[in-house]
């Protein structure tokens, strides 16, 4: 069966510093890859998303980017954090009849 | 242009009683609808979707949802609420515009509130 995993779950960072959050899928290949932020436990915003390696579409030009190195691995980065970057970011991929699974999510606090 | 909407910010019910949750939508073609629910600081679940056939989807959880479309609705259902059932829901439907790829829009979600 396939799983996604989110690292790290929980991430105080202060602004101005960088950031890496990775996610990775098991039990699939090529699958589409999507990066989420969610603010104040609500509405999805959809940030980054990838059809193959190499290959990101942005939806909102922003503080982060997106890359792809491996077929089932997806990073979200940012090189400066400001403090409207904190949220709930979640990864998820998606199958051939496009129901998106989402991994556990890590909470990003910029302070 | 694709969108969903879910009108109502919570929903309260008691224990054992049925629930409603309510989700309509707004696209071109025939319409790809999906329902998740979101326990606090997790990630999404998928409950149940709707692609063709039969209107009445039933899903996880004893969750189901009913596809009406002369209405353009598609509101999740379960017969007995239960305390557990208290979470965050999200209707989705698939952007048929996206180019080829694969995307979701989501409504703002829905707060139920399961009381004993």
């Known amino acids: 069966s396939q799983t996604i995993h989110q690292w790290p779950a929980t991430l105080v960072q202060p602004v101005g510093s960088p950031l890496s959050l990775e996610c990775t899928v098991e039990g699939t290949s090529n699958p589409n890859l999507y990066w989420y932020r969610q603010a104040a436990g609500r509405g999805l915003q959809l940030l980054f998303y990838s059809v193959g390696i190499g290959q990101i579409s942005s939806e909102v030009p922003q503080n982060l980017s997106a890359s792809r190195p491996q077929d089932r691995q997806f990073i979200l980065s940012s090189k400066k954090l400001l403090l409207s970057d904190s949220g709930f970011y979640l990864c998820a991929w998606s199958d051939q009849t496009d129901t998106q699974y989402f991994g556990p999510g890590t909470r990003l606090t910029v302070l | 242009a694709q969108s969903v909407a879910q009108p109502e910010d919570q929903v309260n019910v008691a224990e054992g009683n049925p629930l409603t949750v309510k989700c309509t939508y707004s696209?071109?073609?025939?319409?790809?609808l999906f329902w998740y629910v979101q326990y606090p600081n997790r990630g999404l679940q998928f409950l149940l979707k709707y692609i063709t056939g039969d209107n009445l989807v039933k899903g996880s959880y004893g969750f189901e949802a009913e596809f009406n479309k002369s209405q353009t609705s598609f509101h999740l259902k379960k017969p007995s609420a239960l305390v557990s059932d208290s979470a965050l829901y999200f209707c989705?439907?698939?952007?048929?515009?996206?180019?080829?790829?694969?995307?979701?829009?989501f409504g703002a979600g829905t707060r139920l509130a399961v009381h004993p």
């Open positions: 696209v071109s073609g025939n319409p790809y």
């Open positions: 989705a439907v698939r952007d048929l515009f996206s180019g080829g790829y694969n995307k979701l829009i």
